[in-house]
């Protein structure tokens, strides 16, 4: 099972663990999982009637809060103290990954110290990608370094079957039915000026 990358790592296991911590860091850092039904959080200035509740509006404002304590913290004890307060926010079956993190919280830190982790204002994914590369290899006895290299460096083909890929072609996928939707509405929109001319 499973190809082997140098050192004889499973590449699928850190891909697995990839995808795990992927998803915890997203749900806390963007309020939501990619791939959900929930709608994307309105954008501020869009005049959009948004379909968030003040309720909903309200815990994505306490998730984002979290990561931005959790990547804003300057000692190893302070990541820990944010993982104790992300624990408390939710279900207990999720409660594995800020525990772990809270063992990790050294790891964790020399991360955010490292000169390649991602510090611009805008790189909120490219910081949960690499924090999540990072945890993956901590989940397999490996060095942060060794698993964000593996995992960036490897190669992607055109039917690649990782969570990645997986995830972009159903990306890809959706935008195009979206798209296809909306030209059928505006096919439908002219046809119908056209009857009432
Ligand atoms: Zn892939």
């Not at 300057?74 to 408390?88: E, H, S």
């Not at 279900?91 to 594995?96: E, I, M, R, V, Y």
Request: one cysteine or more.
């Amino acid at each position: 099972m499973g190809r082997r990358g140098p050192h004889g790592t499973d590449i699928w296991k850190l891909l697995m663990w990839e995808q795990q911590w992927y998803r915890e860091f997203e749900r806390i850092a963007f309020g939501y999982v990619s791939g959900m039904t929930v709608p994307p959080p309105p954008i501020r200035g869009l005049k959009l009637k948004s379909p968030w509740t003040v309720k909903q509006l309200r815990v994505l404002q306490r998730r984002q809060n979290l990561w931005n304590a959790l990547i804003r913290a300057r000692t190893a004890r302070q990541v820990r103290v944010v993982c104790k307060r992300w624990g408390k926010l939710i279900p207990k079956d999720l409660a594995f990954f800020p525990q772990r993190l809270e063992e990790d919280a050294s790891d964790f830190f020399a991360m955010k110290k490292d000169k390649a982790f991602p510090r611009a204002r805008y790189s909120n994914e490219a910081r949960v990608t690499f924090l999540a590369r990072g945890m993956a290899g901590a989940m397999l006895g490996l060095r942060y370094t060794t698993s964000i290299g593996l995992l960036r460096k490897m190669k992607h083909g055109v039917k690649c079957e990782c969570w990645r890929c997986d995830r972009d072609r159903r990306e890809a996928e959706s935008e195009a039915h979206f798209q296809g939707a909306f030209l059928m509405e505006q096919e439908l929109k002219s046809l119908k000026k056209e009857k009432t001319r």
